[in-house]
Every structure is written in C-alpha cells, then in structure tokens.
C-alpha cells in the first residue's frame, strides 16, 4: 500500500482519486492500492488538474498549484501575405506566443502580455494577431472547415493572458 500526503496553493481545494472524495488540502490518504490511480482536485475560481499518477510502496508528498498560468497549446495555420501565404505553426506557453516557420521573415515571439490585438474571427475562420510594436499578422486554419480550432486555440490564450495581467 502507499500512502499520499496531497498539498496545494489553495487549502481548502477538494481531493478525489478514483472519483472517491478523500478530503480537502491539505490531506493525507493512506492505505491507497499500489499502481495507477485518477486524481483530480478542484478549488472554486481555479480550472481543475486532474492527473494519473503512479502509486508506490511508502509515502509520497505531491505539491499542485493551482496560481500558476498553465498554457500548452499549438495548431496549424496558415499566414496569409498580401500576396501568397506560408504555413507554420502558432504554439502558445505561458512565456508568449511564437509563430514558427519556414519563411524567417516571418517568425514572431511575443510575450503574452504585449499582444495588442488578439482576436478569432469564427465566420472567417481567421486569427489577428499583432504585438504592441509589431506588425499585423492573420491567420487561418487550414485543415478546418470552420473555425473551431481558431477558437479553442484563442481562448485558452486569451484565459491566460487575463491570468497574467491579474498576476497568477
């Protein structure tokens, strides 16, 4: 059997494994079964992390923060020029935004902070994008017959950016 001690940024934050309630940080569970377990914990105003996790034989001391600005996210797109267009790659992490590319006149890293215009277009299936001194970028998804991936991928952006600009 094993045993975890499970602590967060927030006290209070409710504790499930396996979608049994075991308690609100912080908590200790012992007697847990040895091997692969789901665990969430959720704290009210704060998104959810939920994680497999691996129990092994003694005690384990597992730390989540629910104040830090978590951001993965990438797709596809296309930049349209006055004339053509190049395919990249927009990826997004809580230190900026980054268009990568084969045409290196056109590579960008932004900050999240300093994107002055960030907007999704759904009916055009296009993303804006241009930094406090930079220049105007538009994008659209290539393989999508609508403008879901632009959307998805704007709003988790624009939540962290509004998780920054508050301090988290």
């Given at each position: 059997?094993?045993?975890?001690?499970?602590?967060?940024?927030?006290?209070?934050?409710?504790?499930?494994?396996?979608?049994?309630?075991?308690?609100?940080?912080?908590?200790?569970?012992?007697?847990i079964a040895l091997g692969a377990h789901r665990l969430n914990i959720m704290a009210q105003?704060?998104?959810?992390?939920?994680?497999?996790?691996?129990?092994?034989?003694?005690?384990?001391?597992?730390?989540?923060?629910?104040?830090?600005?978590?951001?993965?996210?990438?797709?596809?797109?296309?930049?349209?020029?006055r004339l053509g267009s190049c395919k990249g790659r927009l990826v997004a992490t809580p230190?900026?935004?980054?268009?990568?590319?084969?045409?290196?006149?056109?590579?960008?890293?932004?900050?999240?902070?300093?994107?002055?215009?960030?907007?999704?277009?759904?009916?055009?299936?296009?993303?804006?994008?241009?930094?406090?001194?930079?220049?105007?970028?538009?994008?659209?998804?290539?393989?999508?017959?609508?403008g879901d991936r632009l959307f998805v991928f704007h709003r988790d952006v624009d939540k962290?950016?509004?998780?920054?600009?508050?301090?988290?």
């Open positions: 059997m094993g045993t975890l001690h499970i602590a967060s940024d927030i006290v209070g934050a409710q504790v499930f494994i396996d979608r049994n309630y075991i308690g609100v940080t912080p908590v200790t569970s012992p007697e105003g704060y998104d959810s992390i939920a994680e497999t996790i691996e129990v092994e034989q003694g005690p384990r001391d597992m730390q989540f923060n629910f104040k830090e600005v978590r951001l993965d996210a990438a797709i596809d797109v296309v930049h349209k020029h230190q900026g935004l980054r268009y990568e590319s084969d045409d290196k006149n056109d590579r960008f890293t932004l900050p999240l902070t300093d994107l002055e215009v960030f907007e999704v277009d759904y009916l055009a299936k296009t993303l804006k994008v241009q930094g406090v001194k930079g220049k105007k970028f538009e994008f659209s998804d290539p393989s999508a017959a609508n962290a950016r509004q998780r920054l600009k508050q301090g988290s």
